[in-house]
């Protein structure tokens, strides 16, 4: 379906520069752009590729004038990433939805499903398992005994959650990821062993979460591992037993978060941190990737590096880190003035 700059600028309540009756049908990169797509520009670094792009279409801010003739068709908003994500999402939402449910599929009997459900090739639906309205389970998926999933969730292909979990509204799970294993607790036994901790707790996920994929999430030992609402969670992430994620807290790739770690709301962590187990950590705490916790995190603070220091502290000893080799010369040099010293002030004793 066509849609021409006047009816984006509409929608999105922007200004149009140029031909209002610009028509485009798909979207593209402002460096990738060719006719017929829209593309955008947030980033100045990218302020180049609109002079030169085919897009037929950009999405600029407000603030933007350009510096040499443009081409496309400008639609001018107060925040061009976000329009752009809104157009997206609408795109999304008009491509046709699966429904129905495969003759291939396993579904207990004692299993309950809401309407609108869309319920793969092979996936599997244990006893007891409730599903509310618009869920979509992709082939391949398990769904164990009691777990409870709600309204407008959609579990990609592969993913394995297991009994007794709660899943909120508005999930999204992506492929091959594993809710509820069991956590990693082992006790020392007398022969030098090691005696497994029985994990009788579940994972309680709230809503509007995303959870990207090949994630994991251990069940608790007691009670529940929660996720709480708005988390936006990356690919290839490890929440250990019994910790709680704050609501709107976001994680990168990578991150691993040992068990019983409290993180507060609105939280920020790059890829490939790793919080050591029972800590705290505060509010809006943003971590820098690679950063390795093993304290406690008060309010509102910024930490990096391994182990991770406050981001004043981090960059004074990384300044001197960077120093090391001309400091290391320095001190071998002065080594030898001493040692010359000294043994001058011993050949004048001998006289």
Do not use: W
């Not at 394995?160 to 909120?168: L, S």
Request: net charge neutral; glycine share 12%.
């Amino acid at each position: 379906m066509d849609f021409t700059a006047e009816m984006i600028a509409g929608f999105l309540g922007g200004e149009v520069v140029g031909d209002a009756q610009t028509k485009v049908n798909n979207v593209s990169k402002i460096e990738e752009g060719h006719p017929g797509t829209l593309a955008f520009l947030a980033n100045p670094k990218y302020e180049h590729y609109i002079y030169t792009t085919e897009a037929s279409i950009v999405i600029v801010n407000r603030s933007f004038t350009p510096t040499q003739p443009v081409a496309a068709t400008m639609i001018k908003v107060d925040d061009a990433y976000g329009a752009f994500a809104k157009l997206l999402e609408l795109y999304v939402a008009s491509k046709p939805q699966k429904q129905g449910i495969s003759s291939l599929a396993f579904i207990s009997k004692t299993a309950t499903i809401g309407e609108d459900a869309y319920i793969g090739e092979f996936a599997v639906l244990g006893e007891g398992v409730k599903l509310g309205k618009n869920v979509k389970i992709y082939p391949q998926a398990y769904i164990g005994d009691h777990v409870r999933i709600g309204d407008n969730v959609t579990i990609n292909a592969g993913v394995k959650i297991y009994e007794q979990c709660v899943i909120g509204n508005n999930v999204t799970i992506h492929a091959g990821t594993v809710i509820g294993a069991d956590g990693f607790g082992f006790a020392p036994n007398a022969e030098g062993g090691f005696d497994k901790i029985p994990q009788v707790g579940n994972v309680v996920i709230e809503d509007d979460v995303e959870i990207g994929a090949n994630t994991c999430i251990d069940r608790a030992t007691m009670g529940s591992t929660r996720i709480r609402r708005g988390v936006k969670l990356d690919n290839l992430i490890q929440i250990g037993h019994n910790v709680v994620v704050g609501e709107n807290t976001v994680a990168a790739a990578q991150v691993g978060i040992a068990g019983s770690t409290k993180v507060g709301h609105n939280c920020m962590m790059g890829g490939q941190v790793g919080i050591a187990g029972h800590l705290t950590i505060g509010d809006q705490v943003q971590i820098g990737s690679k950063s390795g916790v093993s304290n406690s995190i008060a309010d509102r603070q910024i930490y990096l590096g391994v182990p991770a220091l406050p981001t004043s502290k981090f960059h004074r000893a990384n300044a001197i880190y960077r120093n090391l080799p001309d400091l290391s010369a320095k001190v071998f040099q002065l080594e030898k003035q001493l040692k010359k010293l000294i043994e001058k002030l011993g050949e004048e004793d001998k006289k």
